[in-house]
């Protein structure tokens, strides 16, 4: 099994910048393509950042030039940068991740999201 565990949430000020984290561990062999998704109340979960294990990122439009998704040097970890915060940035933010297992299976696995609120 995999965990994959967000911090870094919270509530912040608009034009506000904030941190989010995710680490992943257990049966981990490589991890593919890690990614940060949000669902806001009464909205679908979408896709605001991705980043493959070669460095290769995508963003939503709307995040564009706001926010950066980057790896940590332990390749286990994510992040993502939100800087210039809007309102509409406001949801629950999921941690996604690609994994290969030592057994050469291959998973999508989730965490279990972290809140953030930009309100002034």
């Known amino acids: 099994q995999v965990q994959l565990v967000e911090s870094g949430g919270g509530s912040v000020q608009p034009g506000g910048s904030l941190r989010l984290s995710c680490v992943a561990s257990g049966n981990i062999f490589s991890i593919r393509t890690m990614a940060w998704y949000r669902q806001a109340p009464g909205k679908q979960r979408e896709l605001v950042a991705a980043i493959t294990s070669g460095g290769s990122t995508n963003y939503a439009d709307s995040v564009k030039g706001r926010f950066t998704i980057s790896r940590g040097d332990a390749k286990n970890t994510m992040y993502l940068q939100m800087n210039s915060v809007k309102p509409e940035d406001t949801a629950a933010y999921y941690c996604?991740?690609?994994?290969?297992?030592?057994?050469?299976?291959?998973?999508?696995?989730w965490g279990q999201g972290t809140q953030v609120t930009v309100s002034s």
């Open positions: 996604s991740a690609v994994v290969r297992s030592e057994f050469n299976s291959v998973s999508n696995y």
